[in-house]
């Protein structure tokens, strides 16, 4: 699957973009979280790659990036990711 998300910054400061999956709570005990791994594949900011290679993520446990960004920048963000194990 692939998504692209273009934004442009408001303001001078910090942009942290949290790679997560699921947030899913155990039916029985609400409690409890079920851990819902999402594979990323791709993860790349304005053309720049982040990372190419497989990079599990579930939504205690993102994959996070932080950047810096200046009022009317324009932000390209592209992520491509699979179920997890679906190479199994």
């Known amino acids: 699957m692939f998504m692209e998300l273009v934004a442009k910054a408001a303001v001078d400061g910090k ?3 949290d790679l997560k999956g699921i ?3 155990n039916p029985a005990d609400k409690s409890k979280r079920i851990p819902y791994w999402i594979d990323y594949t791709k ?15 579930w939504h205690d ?11 009317g920048q324009e932000i390209k963000i592209q992520v491509q990711w699979l179920p997890h194990r679906s190479d199994v």
């Open 15 to 17: 942009l942290t973009v």
């Open 43 to 57: 993860f790349c900011v304005n053309d720049k790659v982040i990372f190419d290679t497989l990079t599990p993520a």
């Open 23 to 25: 947030y899913a709570r």
């Open 61 to 71: 446990k993102p994959y996070s990036c932080d950047m810096k960004v200046e009022a």
